[in-house]
């Protein structure tokens, strides 16, 4: 028995979900790239000084402590 069901192009579901699934992993993809560089642009203009660099230890967190923003 034959199958008359068959299409030759592609399915309307299968091809309508590859596309929002693209459109929505493109989505989520231009508003993470948007937040960072939002970020970055934020953070580019905050230079810190330290604080007694003579002070500062190879391994220890307290040098964070010694970092001020000016």
Avoid: H
Avoid at 43 to 55: C, G, L, R, V
């Amino acid at each position: 028995m034959e199958n008359k069901t068959r299409r030759m192009c592609f399915n309307i579901n299968g091809l309508l979900g590859g596309i929002i699934a693209t459109v929505l992993l493109l989505s989520i993809l231009g508003v993470l790239t948007y937040l960072a560089i939002d970020v970055q642009q934020a953070n580019a203009t905050n230079f810190y000084e330290i604080q007694d660099p003579t002070s500062i230890q190879a391994n220890s967190v307290d040098n964070a402590a010694k970092r001020v923003i000016k």
